[in-house]
Each structure stands twice: as C-alpha cells, then as structure tokens.
C-alpha cells in the first residue's frame, strides 16, 4: 500500500500529526493509528492504576479537620 498516497492539505487534524506533509501514504497512517491507539490503551491503563489507588488509599478528610479546628472549640 506504499503506492496509495492520501492528499491531507486542508485535514488540520492529520497535518497536526504530520507537519509538513501533504500527502501521506496509507503505511505511514496505519502505523501512526497503531501508535495512537496503543498510547490509548497505556492512558487507559494508567487512570485504571491511579482509580485503583485512590479507591486503596483515599481517606476522606472531615471539614472540621480540613480549618484546623476542633470540636471542643465550640463548647
């Protein structure tokens, strides 16, 4: 598919991929899908790790605790 070349004058959203360019062949915008969808998967990848360790680790913080004040102050 090296043959087949894509004009992408005026596909912002491609050209921001490919500076420079103004044709691009089917390859080279098949590889930059895999690169993509693989970054995809190493952010979803990511979140699920950082869910997980708020889900473990979160201790939610009272509001009295949060000003720095104590309950006794109130008596």
């Not at 912002?12 to 690169?35: C, G, M, T």
């Not at 190493?42 to 699920?48: H, S």
């Not at 790790?49 to 309950?71: A, C, F, M, T, V």
Request: glycine share 4%.
């Amino acid at each position: 598919m090296e043959g087949i070349l894509l004009d992408i004058r005026g596909l912002s959203f491609i050209q921001d991929r490919f500076p420079n360019k103004d044709y691009l062949s089917i390859d080279d915008l098949l590889a930059d899908y895999e690169d993509a969808f693989n970054e995809i998967e190493d952010l979803k990848e990511k979140i699920e790790d950082l869910e997980k360790d708020i889900e473990d680790n979160y201790k939610p913080i009272p509001k009295i605790e949060q000003l720095g004040i104590s309950e006794s102050d109130f008596y």
